[in-house]
């Protein structure tokens, strides 16, 4: 039992460039999330998936897209990466309705040059 | 989402001594309450919530208290260790399930 699994692990990127995040979970969970953490700043929503087939903007998605492809598994994309994407990548779940609670996974650090 | 701000950003205590951190929230609708512990390199731990509900929950040595009509919470670790040496983040619900986070404080137990 994996719970919240991220791959990759680390990136590095350069300008223009783009790849994908993947986040899959093992915890039957309905919604999921992507956050981006950058020093002094806490954690900040990217895109959240209440549900499968629904997708909704955060605080900050610019640059970003994401997929919601079946309840397991939420992907983040980077079309064209800049570097004010650097920063560390988590994704989260949690039960959905009624359950707030939301479990993280080990994060993606990516470096945009 | 609404701000959630956090106080101290950082924390020195001896070992064995008590910790608080407290963090205030804006949106009055605002009713679960998380706090994440994040050790080096590693994704945030939720260790203990409270809901709207509820002024005071606790889990050995960790307590967090509510104060709704003030909109503030805060985190208490007494008998401090030095593995309690980590970052905190407090949080906040806004706009349904979405979380909006503090800047986290950092704690240092030294021995």
């Known amino acids: 039992n994996a719970g919240v699994t991220q791959t990759p692990k680390f990136q590095v990127l350069k300008t223009g460039q783009s790849m994908t995040l993947q986040c899959a979970q093992d915890?039957?969970?309905?919604?999921m999330y992507w956050y981006r953490q950058d020093p002094g700043m806490g954690l900040r929503l990217i895109y959240y998936?209440?549900?499968?087939?629904?997708?909704d903007k955060g605080e900050v998605p610019n640059g970003y897209n994401v997929s919601r492809l079946n309840k397991r598994e939420f992907s983040l994309r980077l079309e064209s990466a800049a570097p004010s994407q650097t920063s560390v990548y988590f994704c989260?779940?949690?039960?959905?309705?009624?359950?707030?609670?939301?479990?993280f996974g080990p994060g993606t650090r990516l470096t945009v040059t | 989402g609404e701000n959630v701000e956090q106080h101290p950003s950082t924390l020195s205590v001896q070992e064995g001594d008590s910790a608080v951190i407290k963090c205030t929230y804006s949106d009055s609708a605002s009713n679960y309450f998380p706090w994440y512990k994040q050790e080096l390199g590693k994704g945030p731990q939720l260790i203990i919530d409270?809901?709207?509900?509820?002024g005071e929950k606790k889990d050995q040595r960790i307590a967090v208290t509510l104060n709704k009509t003030a909109k503030h919470f805060s985190l208490h670790i007494t008998e401090t260790q030095p593995e309690d040496s980590a970052v905190y983040f407090c949080a906040a619900t806004y706009s349904g399930y979405a979380l909006n986070f503090g800047k986290g404080t950092s704690l240092l137990v030294t021995p």
């Open positions: 409270i809901r709207s509900n509820v």
């Open positions: 998936s209440a549900s499968e087939g629904t997708t």
């Open positions: 915890m039957n969970h309905n919604s």
């Open positions: 989260a779940v949690a039960g959905g309705v009624g359950s707030y609670e939301q479990y």
